[in-house]
């Protein structure tokens, strides 16, 4: 019912900004948590951030304060801000709306920082 694609991801230097987007061809409901997750080659897939069914914003520890999470309903498009980019950053970056027992995933964009 909903199928989101990932972009904005690259390369960027350390302490750079990028901004991914989610664009998805089904409605995204306000009622809909949308959420940010990364995954590194080796390691377990984390949320980054999200938005709950209730409108709060959450952020995993490692990127509160330089990652900003948002959604534009008029657009259907979630995104995320993120600034002060650290080498441990890198990895890929996947979209997620959650409904009720239902879950939606893009493909991936990927972020590499590094000099």
């Known amino acids: 019912q909903v199928q989101l694609v990932e972009s904005g991801g690259g390369l960027v230097q350390p302490g750079g900004s990028l901004r991914l987007s989610c664009a998805a061809s089904?409605?995204?409901?306000?009622?809909?948590?949308v959420g940010w997750y990364r995954q590194a080659p080796g390691k377990e897939r984390e949320l980054v951030a999200a938005?709950?069914?209730?409108?709060?914003?959450r952020y995993a520890d490692s990127v509160k304060g330089r990652f900003t999470i948002s959604r534009d309903n008029a657009k259907n498009t979630v995104y995320l801000q993120m600034n002060s980019l650290k080498p441990e950053d890198t990895a890929v970056y996947l979209c997620?709306?959650?409904?009720?027992?239902?879950?939606?995933w893009g493909q991936g964009t990927q972020v590499t920082v590094s000099s």
């Open positions: 997620n709306v959650h409904r009720y027992t239902n879950d939606y």
């Open positions: 938005i709950t069914s209730g409108g709060s914003r």
């Open positions: 089904g409605r995204i409901f306000s009622f809909d948590a």
